[in-house]
Nanobody, 129 residues
């Protein structure tokens, strides 16, 4: 069982920056992919960024060049640095972890919510214009 604890988020004006962190525990040395997803009211949950244990990353097109996902050397904390935020980035952001041993063949798979097993409680990001 993987436990995920998120921190960060909040409110910022358009063009500002925020950082989200997700601490993972409960499954020894991490060998699984972790990602950030978001869900705005009335919309489906979408993948924002993902990082595998080998450091390979995936991003949805709308955040490329603005968001950066990274992990610490112990691979226990994944961070999403969000720059140049826009009002359309406003959503509840969730950290998620795939089951150990699950392989994602491409970025599209790594950004698909149903492929992830463990989820954090969510943290709100609000960007005002």
């Amino acid at each position: 069982q993987v436990q995920l604890v998120e921190s960060g988020g909040g409110s910022v004006q358009s063009g500002g920056s925020l950082r989200l962190s997700c601490a993972a525990s409960g499954y020894g040395y991490r060998t699984y992919c972790m990602g950030w997803f978001r869900q705005a009211p009335g919309k489906e949950r979408e993948g924002v960024a993902a990082i595998d244990s080998d450091g390979s990353t995936s991003y949805v097109d709308s955040v490329k060049g603005r968001f950066t996902i990274s992990q610490d050397n112990a691979k226990t904390t994944v961070t999403l640095q969000m720059n140049s935020l826009k009002p359309e980035d406003t959503a509840m952001y969730y950290c998620a972890a795939a089951s150990p041993g699950v392989y994602f063949p491409n970025s599209a798979a790594a950004l698909t919510p149903f492929r992830y097993t463990y989820w954090g409680q969510g943290t709100q990001v609000t960007v005002s214009s």
